[in-house]
Nanobody, 118 residues
């Protein structure tokens, strides 16, 4: 079992920056991939960025060049550095993990609110 806790959300002006953190605990060696999702009111939850245990990284087109996902050396914390923030980035951001074992359940954090507004 894996537990995920996000932090770092808040209110920021357009053009500003935030860094989100996701701390994983439990059976962290069972994790194949960690990712950041976001969900705005009335919209579907969307994948923002992901990183695998092997270091493969993917981003959704709308954040390419602005957001950076990274993982610490111990592999228990994943970050999302968000630069040049736009109002449309406003959403609840969720950390997500995918297990290595086929058929095992994934894990979600509780979410952290990011609001981009003047």
């Amino acid at each position: 079992q894996v537990q995920l806790v996000e932090s770092g959300g808040g209110l920021v002006q357009p053009g500003g920056s935030l860094r989100l953190s996701c701390a994983a605990s439990g059976n962290i060696f069972s994790i194949y991939q960690m990712a950041w999702y976001r969900q705005a009111p009335g919209k579907q939850r969307e994948l923002v960025a992901s990183i695998t245990s092997g270091g493969r990284i993917n981003y959704t087109d709308s954040v390419k060049g602005r957001f950076t996902i990274s993982r610490d050396n111990a592999g228990n914390t994943v970050y999302l550095q968000m630069n040049s923030l736009k109002p449309e980035d406003t959403a609840v951001y969720y950390c997500h993990s995918v297990p290595r074992r086929v058929g095992a359940s994934d894990s979600w954090g509780q979410g952290t609110q990011v609001t981009v507004s003047s």
